[in-house]
T-cell receptor, first 112, second 114 residues
Framework: AQSVTQLDSQVPVFEEAPVELRCNYS??????LFWYVQYPNQGLQLLLK??????LVKGINGFEAEFNKSQTSFHLRKPSVHISDTAEYFC??????????FGDGTTLTVKP | DGGITQSPKYLFRKEGQNVTLSCEQN?????MYWYRQDPGQGLRLIYY???????QKGDIAEGYSVSREKKESFPLTVTSAQKNPTAFYLC?????????????FGPGTRLTVL
């Protein structure tokens, strides 16, 4: 079975500061990794995904993530955050038969 | 616009009542999913369907039931057997069973049991 661990449940940061949201995974097969964002009382939307190829993946809203196979990590980064980035972020790994396993989420709070 | 709709957005129910949450998609996706979201617990899979007239239990199916009579619709019934039904429910769809396919989510239904 595959699993996902998001290492921080809450990350407070000041506006225009850099941020990193950490995600580790465990899997015995090749992995496909996703980051989703959820704004309050809304569904999830895809930020970016790693399928193969370059380990640095760029997504929407200036976010990027780096796949590190040796450390089994897929950390999400943004060099300068905005107030509007305040949301919950989920890391997910895709499994067989069309299922996905999600982490417990990280709440990013951007303060002025 | 293509997408997933869920209704209602907010739902209140008395204990002991069954309630059905609607999920419709016009993305022509084969696979559909229901998740439950509780604070600090991420998303937990209730049921999923890879094709019309077929569905499988997820990790927390007890107290829930689904049907998949049409490709675009995947309603979830929360029965009185569900001991703690107050939660945020998310419906999602995916083009197929491929592991590389993205899931697309609806806006969610917040169910509160009074």
């Amino acid at each position: 079975a595959q699993s996902v661990t998001q290492l921080d449940s809450q990350v407070p940061v000041f506006e225009e500061a850099p941020v990193e949201l950490r995600c580790n995974y465990s899997s015995s097969v090749s992995v496909y990794l996703f980051w989703y964002v959820q704004y309050p009382n809304q569904g999830l939307q895809l930020l970016l995904k790693y399928l193969s190829g370059s380990t640095l993946v760029k997504g929407i809203n200036g976010f990027e993530a780096e796949f590190n196979k040796s450390q089994t990590s897929f950390h999400l980064r943004k060099p300068s955050v905005h107030i509007s980035d305040t949301a919950e972020y989920f890391c997910a790994v895709s499994e067989k038969k069309g299922k996905s396993t999600f982490g417990d989420g990280t709440t990013l709070t951007v303060k002025p | 616009d293509g997408g997933i709709t869920q209704s209602p957005k907010y739902l209140f129910r008395k204990e002991g009542q069954n309630v059905t949450l609607s999920c419709e998609q016009n993305l022509n996706h084969d696979a559909m999913y229901w998740y439950r979201q509780d604070p600090g617990q991420g998303l937990r899979l209730i049921y999923y369907s890879q094709i019309v007239n077929d569905f499988q239990k997820g990790d927390i199916a007890e107290g829930y039931s689904v049907s998949r009579e049409k490709k675009e619709s995947f309603p979830l019934t929360v029965t009185s057997a569900q001991k703690n039904p107050t939660a945020f429910y998310l419906c999602a769809s995916r083009r197929g069973q491929g592991r590389t396919d993205t899931q697309y989510f609806g806006p969610g239904t917040r169910l509160t049991v009074l």
